[in-house]
C-alpha cells in the first residue's frame, strides 16, 4: 500500500476510533472494545473494498455488509458516518430515545445499514443469502460479514460455514475478529472455540490470517479473497480488543462500558495525538 | 365435494403453480418431500435450496434473500420453523418486517403417530406475539392455494400454517367464496352462538351446528383463515349478534384463535367465550382420528361447549 492511501486510511480509523468513543461515551454504555478492534478492518472495507454510496444507501448493486457482531454497533455507525451515510453529530445520540442509532444495528432506520443483527450467529447467515441472492439472479456485488471470536460458539456460525461452502459462495467474505475476550473473560477460558483456521478450512472455506491493525495485510487479505473462486474466504483477523486507547487494550472489563468522563478526555486526548492509529 | 385432501398438498401446488407467475425462490430443510417444497424443485430446481437440517440458519439465510428484495418461502415442520427458528423468526425476520414467506406444515396434533415433539400445537401463539407478522391458517387445500398467491402479493413477513392430514373441500365449490387476508369468511349463519373456527376444526363446527340444531340452538360458524391480523368486525358482530362464542382451533388454547378472541372481546364486547383446543397438555403418538378424539377436537366437544356458552348468557 502506498504510503499516502496508508496516511488517509491511518486516519480514517483514527476518526472512526473517536466516533466510536463519543457515541459510546454519550450513550453512557455500549461496547467499545469489540468495536475499537474492528476499526482499521472496518475503514479499509468501507473506504477501499466495498462499492457502496452514500447519496445511495439502497442502490440494488451495491456491495453489502452485514455486522454478525452486532453489539459493536458504535464502530459501524462511526464508519458509517466517516464515509457520509448521516453526519456525524448524530453519534452523540447512540442508544437514546428517539435516536436512529439503536443499541444494535437497525435496517430499517439507518441508512447504510444491510441487516439488522445483534443476536450473534445470525448475521453471517443472513450474509449467506444475500450471497445466494446474487449467485441466483447473476449479480456482480459481494458480500462481507464480520463476527466475533467469541460469536463463534454460536452454532448457527457453522450452520452457516456448511451453508457458504456447500453453495460455493465466493462472493462472500467473512471476517472473525480475533481479539480473545469475551465478556466472561478469554475465549479460551469460557469456552474455547479455536482455531479457527483449521475449523473454516474443514469446512470448506479458503483462510487468510493477518494481523487486523495493519493495513497492507488487510487489503492483501480482501484483494485475494476477491480472487478466490469455488469457495467462501473468511479472515482470521488477530487483533487487540479496545485497539488504540491504552486502558481499554486488552481489558475484558472494557466489553461492555462506557468511560466517564476523565477516562474519556484521556481517551480522546490519545486518540487526537495521533499515538495509537495502527 | 372434492375429495379430502392436506393442506400441505394445496402448498405445493400453489408453488409448483405459481412458480412461473411470480419469481420466488424456495428453502427446506430436508424435509422437501413432506413438507411438499419437493414438487417446486422438480419444476424448478435452480430456485430451490436446500439447507440441510439447521432451520435457524435457512431462517436468517430466508431473510438475506429478501433484503435483497427476492421472495422467500422458507418451509420446516411447524415445530421447527416456528419453534426451533423462532428466536431467527424474530430478529432477522420479524424486527426488520422482511418479506419472508413461512410455509410451516404438519402443524398440530395431526402429524399423528410421531408423537409429542413432532406436534407443534404452539406454533400460533408464538407467531402472534411477532409485530407485524401475518398468520394464515387455511381450511382446505384450495384455500391453502389462495394463501399463498395472496402471501406473495402481501409484503412483510407471512407464517402459513398446513396440516399433513386430509381434510374436507370446504371451499372449491361455494360461489361466495374468496380469500383476503385478515377477512374471515361465515360458512353457516345462526343466531344463538357462534362457533368461531380454524383450519380443520371448520369442518367440524359445520357439524357440530348440526347436532346442535338438533337440539334447537343455531349456530353461526366462522372460517378465521387468518389469526393475525384478526378479523374483528366479523367477530364483534358475532360476538353482538349471537351472544356467546365458541372457539376450536388444533392448537393450544393458550394464544392461539381462542387467546386472540378472547383478548379482544373483552375490551371490545365481552360475551361468554368458550375454547376448543389442545388443552395445556403434550400430544402424543396415536392415529389422527384417535388423537382428536383423545384431545376433544370433535364436533361433540364443540357442540358441548356451545351448549355451555349459550347457558352462560344472561
Known sequence: MEATKKQKLQKIANNVRIGIIEGVYSAGCGHPGGSLSIADVMSYLYFEEMRVDPKDPRCPTRDRFVLSKGHTAPCLYAVLAERGFFPKEELKTLRKIDSRLQGHPDMKHIPGVDMSTGSLGLGISAACGMALSAKVSGDSYRVYTVLGDGECQEGQVWEAAMFAAHYKLDNLCALVDFNGLQIDGRITDVMDPTPFDKKFEAFGWNVIVIDGHDLDQIEAAYTAARAVKGKPTVIISNSTKGKGVSYMENAVEWHGAAPKEEQYKIAIAELTGGKCNG | ?????????????????????????????????????????????????????????????????????????????????????????????????????????????????????????????????????????????????????????????????????????????????????????????????????????????????????????????????????????????????????????????????????TEYLAAACPVPVLRVGVEDVYGRSGTVPALLEAYGLTAENITAKARAAVALKK
Open chain 2, 1 to 261: 365435494m372434492a375429495e379430502k385432501m392436506a393442506t400441505r398438498e394445496g402448498y405445493g401446488k400453489a408453488l409448483e403453480e405459481l412458480g412461473e407467475k411470480y419469481d420466488f425462490v424456495v428453502l427446506d430443510a430436508d424435509l422437501a418431500a413432506a413438507t411438499k417444497t419437493g414438487v417446486f424443485k422438480k419444476k424448478f430446481p435452480e430456485r430451490f435450496f436446500d439447507c440441510g437440517i439447521a432451520e435457524g440458519n435457512m431462517m436468517s439465510v430466508a431473510a438475506g434473500i429478501a433484503a435483497t428484495g427476492k421472495i422467500p418461502f422458507v418451509s420446516s415442520f411447524a415445530m421447527f420453523a416456528a419453534g426451533r427458528a423462532f428466536e431467527q423468526v424474530r430478529n432477522s425476520v420479524g424486527y426488520p418486517h422482511l418479506n419472508v414467506k413461512i410455509g410451516a406444515t404438519h402443524a398440530g396434533i395431526t402429524v399423528g403417530e410421531d408423537g409429542a415433539t413432532h406436534q407443534c400445537n404452539e406454533d400460533i401463539a408464538l407467531m402472534r406475539t411477532i409485530p407485524g407478522m401475518t398468520i394464515i391458517n387455511p381450511v382446505d387445500s384450495n384455500e391453502a392455494k389462495a394463501a399463498v398467491e395472496a402471501a406473495i402479493l402481501h409484503e412483510g413477513p407471512v407464517y402459513l400454517r398446513f396440516g399433513r392430514y386430509a381434510v374436507p373441500d370446504l371451499t372449491s365449490e361455494r360461489s361466495d367464496y374468496s380469500f383476503k387476508i385478515g377477512k374471515g369468511m361465515q360458512m353457516a349463519d345462526g343466531t344463538d352462538v357462534t362457533i368461531v373456527a380454524t383450519g380443520l376444526m371448520v369442518h367440524l363446527a359445520l357439524e357440530a351446528r348440526e347436532l346442535l340444531a338438533k337440539g334447537g340452538i343455531s349456530a353461526r360458524v366462522l372460517n378465521i383463515h387468518t389469526i393475525k391480523p384478526l378479523d374483528e368486525e366479523i367477530i364483534l358482530a358475532a360476538a353482538k349478534e349471537t351472544g356467546a362464542l365458541v372457539t376450536a382451533e388444533e392448537h393450544s388454547v393458550i394464544g392461539g384463535l381462542g387467546g386472540a378472541v
